[in-house]
């Protein structure tokens, strides 16, 4: 039998040609495209791939059949089993689309029943393949329909009334849009199979078939960049809010240095650096009045905006309190009874208070659950001060706390830091330590704060190398040098 150009092949052979260009430019766009969800992208590219099969081997069955020999009868049977088995393919993988469009926290029972249905499809053509129950080809290589034919589709009529019913009644999950595209990729071959009955030598439900894909992928991207468009669009806004906050947040701590360029009774260093775009650690030093200084180090709970926010409102107060006249535990007890009036989300923040005498150089504290200072004095070394921790701000109400007092001599340093610092940790998930920071205070104890705290950065930077950071890194140093007689 000789392949007769007629209109209907032509037909055909244009439609083929221009389906395998279609599923070869989806598949092209599917691959290169980085904002389509990876579960659509992975159902989209596995579709388009059978759709592409499914023309080929049909294609190829229009081909051979009616040429004569005994290899071109096994080679129909061939690819027409690969006609059939991707036609499930497709179906399988419309499914699971549907299913993820129209209710993305389906169950998974979802997922095996489509896939169950898939398994009885193959089971099916397997044994259609050795008994002809549903296809043969005859002595003269033609296709012929054996009267099982109709059971090769149940499995994806199933599949297809599953898609209805996820269709209907989530129907209000998926956009209008998407939901004709879907639906009329479903009906399509249903009107191409009932013109076939008329039409015979055009095979309407290849073309049903492309143009429906074609219609539902173009319909489905056309959203998914609208979507990605959206998130970039809100991604760059909370960007710049971000950086706004961070600028604010750095705003609230003394950044400018000399602090205090005027008095030479002391000297006062410190540096902030955030594990995200905004932090939950502070610092503050003030002058109470002429004689009396303030010193601050803080972390608060959790990381990001609502310990920003948290951190401002503790600074703030903190330092009123502070300013008053309170003494640093007087102080913490007013600030602790304050925060817990109103602290529905139990966020907390360790603080240490000091106040500072710069006429004699005592050193009144008190600690608030937070890391024990160091203490560096003239022909010694920096050790660290185990004072007594009171209950961290924000737990409790009613709590008091202890003063610490230390002297402060001429020449004497004091290193405050948060658990940033000894809690580094390096890509083997181990510390910092407070031993390594103290050698790293030691390697630079002759050197003005400014040093000292380029000394204890390098050495954490020189540990942790490549690892991220976990937690905000916040250190402070204060030099005594005393009034002048």
């Not at 998407?178 to 191409?192: D, E, K, N, Q, S």
């Amino acid at each position: 039998m000789v392949f007769q150009i007629t209109v209907g092949n032509l037909i055909n052979v244009i439609a083929i040609a221009v389906g395998i260009g279609i599923c070869a430019l989806n598949i092209f766009q599917i691959s290169a495209s980085t904002w389509m969800r990876k579960d659509a992208r992975k159902y989209f590219l596995f579709f388009f791939s059978s759709l592409l099969i499914y023309i080929a081997a049909h294609l190829a069955r229009q081909t051979m059949e009616g040429l004569p020999g005994a290899g071109i009868g096994t080679a129909l049977y061939i690819v027409t089993f690969i006609e059939f088995m991707v036609t499930g393919l497709m179906a399988f993988m419309i499914s699971l689309l549907i299913a993820t469009v129209s209710n993305p926290k389906k169950p998974k029972s979802f997922n095996y029943v489509f896939l169950a249905l898939l398994l009885i499809h193959c089971v099916l053509l397997i044994a259609s393949q050795f008994g002809k129950f549903f296809y043969f080809f005859d002595e003269n290589n033609l296709y012929h329909r054996s009267q099982l034919y109709v059971i090769s589709n149940i499995p994806q009529l199933l599949m297809m009334c599953i898609d209805i019913y996820l269709l209907i009644r989530y129907r209000k999950n998926i956009r209008k849009r998407i939901a004709c595209a879907l639906w009329l990729y479903m009906l399509l071959p249903i009107f191409a199979i009932l013109l076939q009955t008329f039409v015979a030598d055009v095979q309407f439900i290849i073309i049903a078939t492309i143009l429906g894909a074609a219609f539902m992928f173009a319909t489905i991207m056309q959203d998914q960049i609208e979507q990605y468009k959206q998130q970039r669009a809100e991604s760059n806004r909370i960007e710049t809010e971000l950086n706004m906050a961070s600028g604010i947040q750095a705003d609230m701590l003394p950044n400018i240095f000399p602090a205090f360029p005027e008095r030479d009774e002391f000297d006062v260093y410190a540096s902030m650096n955030p594990a995200k775009e905004v932090g939950g650690d502070f610092y503050d030093f003030f002058l109470i009045d002429k004689d009396h200084l303030g010193i601050v180090m803080a972390d608060v709970s959790g990381k990001g905006v609502p310990a920003a926010l948290f951190m401002m409102v503790s600074k703030i107060l903190v330092q009123n309190y502070t300013i008053i006249g309170s003494s640093p535990a007087k102080a913490l007890e007013a600030v602790n009874n304050q925060i817990c009036l109103n602290n529905r989300e139990e966020m907390f923040v360790t603080v240490w208070l000091g106040v500072l005498d710069l006429t004699t150089g005592k050193l009144t504290s008190s600690n608030a659950g937070h890391d024990f200072p160091a203490l560096f004095t003239p022909g010694g070394d920096f050790e660290l001060v185990r004072e007594k921790h009171g209950l961290v701000i924000g737990a409790m109400e009613g709590i008091k706390y202890r003063e610490h007092e230390m002297q402060m001599q001429p020449g004497s340093k004091l290193f405050l830091y948060t658990d940033g610092v000894p809690e580094a940790t390096d890509a083997n998930q181990k510390l910092f330590g407070t031993d390594r920071m103290i050698d790293a205070l030691n390697s630079a104890k002759d050197q003005p704060p400014k040093k000292i705290l380029e000394a204890v950065d390098t050495a954490v930077e020189g540990f942790v190398k490549d690892a991220p950071q976990f937690d905000d890194i916040t250190m402070l140093c204060l030099e005594y040098k005393g009034k002048e007689q």
